[in-house]
């Protein structure tokens, strides 16, 4: 399902290309091209929790982006709720399994978050927040990203979706820097630790960031990642 989610974010980011070209016609083409991407998000029959949450988070996105073209929002809400139809319709026991993870389920907070009591994903919270919040999968693509972490890598949530995390911090950061810290919160452990900037415009700006598993039951569906700006750097916390 990534697969499909990075290529609607591609196709997303050469719309935002020919938009400032000013080149209406292949915007106009571009967008046609949209329209199988979205078809094949809606017909994909998710296998865990994490693809449902994919899939309903898509739409939910989708119709918060194109809210003021009515026909379009009518379309999308259709969507969304054939998605939910088609995984909790009829209190099968699939979707009793998945409302009780949602609603009911008990997990240590000090260790990981989880769905319930409201859920540590919900938009209009995290939205709300100043500092940087996004959730990253195990294979270090973005699921999930806040107002303020799109705004920061001058992306909207929908185009972050599906993307390596590299593409944003470049390869080499990455690799000698983010991922073993991944790793370790993968592994279960609760990652703190202070970053520089990755972008050379902004010398001297360090991010104190915190990672913390997150999972519904047994199923990890990544790291949620908070950070915020510092001006005082703790003496050994910084990642070289």
Partial sequence: MLALFHAFSMKCSQIQRAIKLGDDELVASLDRELEPIIAAILAYRAASLLEIYMQLQFMN??????ADDHTRVVRNSASLSALIDRYFGGASEAAGEVFRVFASEKIDRDDVFGFEEGSVLNDVILDSL??????????????YSNAANSEFLKSKPMELVGRHISEFVGSEDF?????A?????????KVECL???HRQTEPGRVFHCTMTLLRARE???GALLVM??????????LVA
């Avoid at 690799?175 to 991922?179: A, C, G, I, N, V």
């Avoid at 915020?228 to 750097?233: G, L, R, S, T």
């Fill in 175 to 179: 690799e000698s820097r983010l991922k």
């Fill in 228 to 237: 915020h700006e510092i001006i005082a750097v703790p003496a050994g916390m």
């Fill in 195 to 197: 970053f520089p900037s």
């Fill in 130 to 143: 100043p500092n940087r919040v996004a959730v990253v999968t195990r294979d270090y693509r973005y699921l």
């Fill in 181 to 189: 810290k991944l790793d370790a919160c993968f592994a279960g452990e």
């Fill in 219 to 221: 199923e990890v569906i």
């Fill in 61 to 66: 996105n989708l119709i918060r982006e194109e």
